[in-house]
């Protein structure tokens, strides 16, 4: 009877070992899956794009025929252009508002309906917020499609990421810190100002740079604002803003590179193809660009912090 | 005195000048609500759009008028296919993360955290556009040679690149889900004899439910708002999906190819908007569940 026993469940132990070799086997295969997918996307984006990228003129000729012919030089330029206006305007606000919620904010409902609001912000479709931003900015304003209606609609999808991650920074400075400066005499935004952002940096760039990558890659948010299309003809030496061949004119239209892929993916002639390819790659090494910077900035701020 | 004065000015100016910035955002986002909403409901109380209609009716077209003058405003092709897409794409896409997240937690934490994770957060980075550029090209290509049909545009390829889209955000949040579950409880578990195995289905698993069901339902979201993606992949006709392979439309992409060709007033807009806001209602009620989840979970955790 015993041995029945031992039998049985010693059967049950052999069971539940090959359940447990099984499952390990089936969950390294899920990940090796995912990892090759990966991969192999990035691959076949640059396989794909190389060539085009690699063609005299198209990083710096503009683009001809409704960008099915020449280059993206401009598209590469109001990208830029884009994300530079987006970050002047989202970390600043940014920046305060997660002071506000992490130093400042007493517990109630001020703080409840910000989170909130905050949370919103970020689970809204982007094609939602662009379709505020034509409202409210191309029409109400009469900015029309522009480069600022795009880029504000980029800082209100920018916005929550970042509020997250300056919060999870400041939330990470040990509170000993905090409490050191006040019993020293320091106001809370002495403290913040001198103390608790600087020790928060290295985290506070590494989110930014990662935000930035996230929004230069956003299109659907900018097809109602900043326009798909860009100016024929930059003048990049004029300072006179107003002028809608200024590139440096906020108020004239763009298009980002996003906004070029989709603007010419459907077309059917060859050149138009490499050119979608070339510029999903263009896009493509631009995003892991920052992805490697933002590691690198992270870590080299980190360490100039410590080491002085 | 005069030398604490101004260190109570500053502390003021602080708050003023953070506050500020928290008003700002919370305002620009109940603009935004609010915006939505007007717009939204003014095609039924205004332009006298049915309700029920917009809702049950099944044919959408917005560049003819009816005999009543007011074009055919039936969302719901537009609606079951914005749910079709988010649920398959998370049917997709679940056992994949769960699986990775499982992996990198409880199997190979080394090398999840060293090559996994900065691997999958690489896919997070990739621009929407592109993920559409590679379904338009090689998914939709697949599954014409495949199924043997001439377009290949629907809602499985749609649903595909979704799955892919999603995958980060849903692996991410079940690792950290994961990785929250106290480690005693593997002890335990480990200690009764239990294998890993039965470790992690009968202990991990169920203890991190509540958080991985926030991770899913994150996904949901993001599936459900997705644009530009679904749009180079689903044909964009706006008619009631009658085959996965077929070519159909979602409220998302219905947006982006007809907002732009309506002036703003015209009753087409109008209904647009209302689109606009049944989106903006969705991510609410996604918002809704994911606070339920948590208060759920904390009230079972004490």
Redo the contacts between chains.
């Keep these: 009877m015993a041995d029945k026993n031992d039998g049985a469940q010693a059967a049950r132990i052999r069971r ?2 090959r ?2 070799r099984i ?2 086997a ?3 295969a ?2 090796g ?3 090759l ?3 192999s ?2 691959a ?2 640059l396989f794909q794009g190389v060539g085009q990228l690699v063609k005299p003129g198209f990083l710096t000729e503009a683009a001809r025929s409704n960008g099915t012919a020449g280059g993206v030089a401009y598209q590469l330029f109001d990208s830029f252009y884009l994300l530079v206006i987006t970050l002047v305007i989202s970390v ?6 997660a ?3 992490v ?2 904010a007493p517990d109630g409902p ?1 703080t409840r ?2 989170s909130t ?5 970020s ?7 662009g ?2 931003g ?3 900015f191309s ?1 109400n304003f009469g900015w029309g499609y522009s480069l600022i209606s795009g880029a504000i609609a980029l800082t ?1 999808f920018n ?1 929550p990421i970042l ?1 997250r991650v300056i919060q999870q920074a400041l939330e990470d400075v040990p509170s000993s810190q905090r409490d050191a400066c006040l019993a020293m005499g320091l ?4 403290t ?2 001198h103390v608790l952002i600087p020790a928060a940096m290295p985290a506070i760039v590494t989110g930014v740079v ?1 935000s930035a ?2 929004v ?5 948010a900018l ?2 604002t900043s326009g798909m299309s860009s100016p024929a003809r930059l003048n990049f030496l004029s300072l006179n803003f107003a002028s809608p061949t200024c590139a440096w004119n906020i108020f004239r239209p763009g298009e980002s590179l ?2 070029h ?2 603007k010419i ?1 459907g077309e059917g002639s060859p050149e138009a193809q490499s050119i ?2 070339g510029t ?1 790659a263009l ?2 090494i631009c ?2 660009l ?2 490697v910077l933002s590691r690198v900035a992270g870590k080299a701020i980190a360490k100039r912090m410590t080491a002085e | 005195m005069a030398k604490i004065m101004p260190k109570r000015n500053l502390e003021r100016v602080g708050l003023g000048v953070t506050g500020a910035c928290v008003a700002l955002v919370t305002l620009v986002v109940l603009a935004l609500i609010f915006m939505v909403a007007q717009r939204g409901l003014t095609t039924f109380i205004k332009d006298g759009v049915d309700v029920a209609g917009f809702f049950t009716g099944t044919k959408w077209n917005l560049a003819s008028t009816g005999p009543d003058g007011l074009p055919a405003t039936g969302a719901l092709p537009l609606i079951v296919t914005s749910f079709s897409v988010t649920v398959l794409s998370t049917v997709l896409a679940l056992p994949v993360a769960l699986g990775s997240a499982i992996f990198t937690v409880e199997i190979a934490p080394k090398f999840g955290r060293r090559v996994f994770q900065p691997l999958i957060e690489l896919l997070v980075g990739i621009p929407s556009v592109v993920f559409g550029l590679i379904g338009f090209h090689v998914i939709v290509g697949a599954v014409r040679a495949i199924f043997n049909v001439d377009v290949g545009l629907g809602i499985l390829p749609g649903s595909i690149v979704l799955a892919v889209m999603i995958l980060p955000t849903v692996t991410t949040l079940s690792i950290d889900a994961l990785r929250a579950v106290p480690d005693s409880y593997r002890q335990g578990s480990l200690a009764l004899g239990y294998t890993r195995w039965q470790t992690i289905w009968h202990v991990v698993l169920r203890s991190a439910t509540p958080s991985l069901m926030t991770a899913v339902i994150l996904g949901m979201t993001r599936a459900f708002g997705e644009t530009l993606a679904v749009r180079m992949v689903i044909g964009g006709i706006e008619a009631m999906p009658t085959s996965l392979i077929s070519s159909a439309s979602t409220i998302t992409t219905t947006l982006t190819t007809s907002m732009a060709v309506y002036a703003t007033g015209s009753v087409q807009n109008d209904a647009l908007w209302s689109l606009g806001l049944l989106l903006m209602g969705m991510s609410l009620v996604f918002i809704m569940i994911i606070h339920l989840i948590g208060h759920k979970g904390a009230k079972s955790r004490g």
């Design positions: 539940s070992m359940a447990d499952a390990t089936v969950l390294a899920i990940v899956v995912v990892m997918i990966v991969v996307m990035v076949y984006i600043p606000i940014s920046l305060g508002g002071v506000y919620l130093e400042y001020v309906i910000a609001a905050i949370e919103t912000l689970s809204l479709p982007s094609i939602v917020v379709m505020f034509f409202l409210m029409v209100m916005i509020v106001t809370r935004w002495e913040t100002v990662l990558g996230r230069f890659g956003e299109a659907a097809l109602f996003a906004v892929i989709y993916y979608v390819w999903a896009l493509m995003v892991l920052f992805n």
